[in-house]
């Protein structure tokens, strides 16, 4: 199966940064398969995915210090194939920083600079705004020893932005931050990226990063595209169990479908056509109504009995056994509802558009 | 960013930098050590004749004369004996200080570590040299014997004197086997064990003993091979009078320029080192 | 490891050995300033003299400089061959780099008196007896298996991200190793200088071997002094010696610490 996924919204005329068929295998081992994608230009793009998903790789086949094993990176509209990382125009941000521990912050900024021959007045006045950019004016002639892990940040940020790239590359950059610093570097990180309209490319294991930072997310597994698109397209839209579950929470019933339907707890709930055989239906635990519901719309119901009752604070969280399997029923908290028990029956319903049903492995 | 499988990839593309890199280290290498040492086998085929001539043609006499003629067969067993000797010496010296250096902690054990460290830093020639002013007849012992009463005894120019000063001058790199070995020796077993009833006698014998053998076979392998090979030390404690392998070799190579003998010579020790590890690997695997 | 009070036999037992292992190097210090004219020990007469003799002996004053010649030479080319080495065999990663790695590392396993047979011989057919190069070339057998281990763990321990963002940035492979890869390394170069001059200016087995009526080193001419004359000039140079070697210790643990370099 190929992965034909393009960008939505540009034509390929359009696209500035261009995968064709990107590839990288170690021996037997397909670590990046086939890869496609239009990113147009000025777009902030994520590589979302669990780890050895093949997301760093492409970062770094991208930014040229992985060799590609098949494929064509295309920059622009140049073929940047073959060519070293150090003739591409790029600017990397890596997830230890790598900031050179020798050299002062400014020299660390000016660092890409200095490589490109820039003459002093520019040097100077280019590193002070890249400086004033991050908000780390006065702190220029420190050592890298002696920031903390966001001003770190920070300056590999700078550095990367300082030589006007033409593409930025982030790869897990906010991994080290604690969670409050993460937030605020998020949203920094894509003021910054609007504000000067650079195309970026950033990978992250974490969806909620992506889905909040993103024009485009991009999700991956095992090597291969599984799907892309805008935030909420994934979420309400997801093309593959994968994408279903890993973006946003899920509940999932393993069924077996047979001539356009399957039977479930009682139920008979139709199929998208062509499936046949073992089938994963799932719905998202929130619109999963408890109780009978008077509703215009036909709805699934099905019965079952109450396992498991976690009170999370915002969320109260149902797992009900319902012939046999789990599903997780989520209700924002109101403060007057009386919890039910486990073992009490119950019965849950959820409308058709609310659920997705995908072949699953046997 | 996280650890990517190696590139092999770029392999075919590197290689000729590799090799330029590469070049000047294994061409001293090549022409340093590998064609000599091959070049000693082949010498150790041809026979000298008289002085300094040397025939190039393969023959077995010089080893036969190694194998046969009873000088060399004593000085063989001379110099194993004595390296024996001095492992055990050594040992016994060595173990006291590594088990007290493996117990203690902070910067005194770091001092003392700089302490047995530090002597292997200086020349063999310094600490050898000292050894004679300790022993010789006007030296450190024999001036203090005399002065209570007890006569002069020779201590040097022999092989006591050189016994003496080369168990010394190993001691550094027994210490430091022995230390690397006691990794497993650990104060709560010794505890568990005078808890259940120990003595520290007992302690010793049953638990750090045991325990401690690693580093024991590894050091006197490290010490035997040292001392089979020693040349400054016995030559200048010896006095010329203590015949060992490596002395013999140097007054053949230098003195009676019988490079064939001297190689042979060579090759034996070499061969003596094999077997030694080839006897410490079997104790090794045995052992687990 | 919990504090433990040690017994005492082992203190005493320890103690003794202890001193028994820095015997010789306690005795050549008073030695050192005896001014008597042949060794006794104790000293009946205290004096300088043989440290001014050392420098008033044309023969030790060649003898030193030659040394200190030899290993200023032979550490410069062991940091110039043994970079790029270690630099091939770390971050180029051919195939076979362990074992290659083993092979330049061989010939500490070889006993210096076979070693230096070995190279007599051979050297003698090139004329290289006697000679500046031959010293320097035999120098370099030794030291450079020092000089590899110690710059390939400086370089193994420096993250390899270093240099993939000075690439990033635009630099050239050259310009990465120059500005980047060479002054993070910085400990290791010290460390391996230090180590190399000291195996080269202390090195006598091989030189035995390779020096000449015209040409010997100061390691060689103690030795014969040693075996023909010992006399306290030798406690003076042994002084001295241990001094340049402690003082070379203190100036790598001043600028990168001892344990850092070397124990990894």
Known sequence: MSNQESGAGGKSGDAFLSLRGLTKRYGDFLAVDHMNLEVPKGELVAFLGPSGCGKTTSLRMIAGLTPQSEGRIIVGGDDLTGVPTYKRDMGLVFQSYALFPHMSVERNIGFGLEMRGIARDEFANRVRDAVALVHLTGMEKRRPAQLSGGQQQRVALARALVIRPAILLLDEPLSNLDAKLRDEMRNEIRDIQKRLGITAVFVTHDQSEALTMCDKVVVMNHGRLEQVGAPTELYEQPRTAFVAGFVGRMSRIRAVARNGSTAFAGQRLPVPAGLDGPIDIMIRPHRIAIGPVVSEETRHQVTGTILRTVFVGDILQYDVDVAGQIVSVELSTRGNESLLKPGAPVSLSWGPRDVYVFGAAP | ?288 | MDERPISLPLKLLALTMFIFLLAPLLVVLPISFSGDNYMIFPPTSWSTRWYGAIFTDAKMASAFSSSLALASVVTLLSLAIGLPAAYALVRLKPPGAAALSSFFTAPLLLPTIVLGLAILIVFSGYGLLGTFQGLIAAHLVVTLPYAIRVLSTALSTLPITFEEAAASLGASPMTVFRRVTLPMMRSGIIGTTALCFLVSFDEVVLSLFLTGPRLTTLPVAMFHRVEQQADPMVASLSVLLVALTLAVVLIVDRTSGLARTFVK
Not at chain 2, 135 to 140: A, H, I, M, Q, T
């Open chain 2, 1 to 288: 960013m996280t650890a990517t499988p190696a590139d092999g990839d770029d392999q075919p593309r590197r290689l000729p930098l590799v090799v330029v890199l590469l070049l000047p280290i294994a061409l001293v290498n090549a022409l340093g050590f590998v064609v000599p040492t091959l070049n000693l086998l082949r010498m150790s085929f041809f026979e000298a004749q008289g002085t300094g001539a040397m025939q190039e043609v393969f023959t077995l006499a010089t080893w036969q004369k190694v194998f046969t003629d009873s000088f060399y067969a004593e000085l063989i067993l001379n110099s194993i004996s004595t390296s024996l000797l001095i492992t055990v010496l050594t040992l016994l010296c060595s173990y006291p200080i590594a088990l007290y250096l493996h117990r203690s902690s902070g910067l005194w054990r770091s001092v003392l570590l700089v302490l047995v460290i530090a002597p292997l830093l200086t020349s063999a020639v310094v600490r050898t040299y000292g050894w004679i002013v300790i022993l010789f007849e006007n030296g450190l012992i024999n001036n203090a014997l005399a002065a209570v009463g007890i006569g002069r005894v020779r201590m040097i120019f022999n092989k006591t004197g050189v016994t003496i000063g080369l168990t010394e001058i190993l001691m550094p790199y027994m210490i430091l086997a022995l230390m690397a070995g006691f990794g497993k020796l650990d104060a709560r077993i010794e505890e568990a064990a005078a808890s259940l009833g120990a003595s520290p006698m007992r302690v010793f014998r049953h638990i750090v003993l045991p325990l401690t053998l690693p580093g024991i076979a590894l050091g006197s392998l490290l010490c035997f091979v040292l001392a089979v090979s020693s040349f400054i030390t016995p030559k200048l404690l010896g006095g010329g009078r203590v015949f060992l392998l490596a002395t013999e070799i140097y007054d053949q190579a230098i003195v009676t320029l019988n490079w064939p003998v001297a190689s042979a010579l060579s090759i034996l020790i070499l061969l003596i080192f094999g077997t030694a590890l080839l006897l410490y690997t079997r104790a090794l695997n045995a052992a687990t």
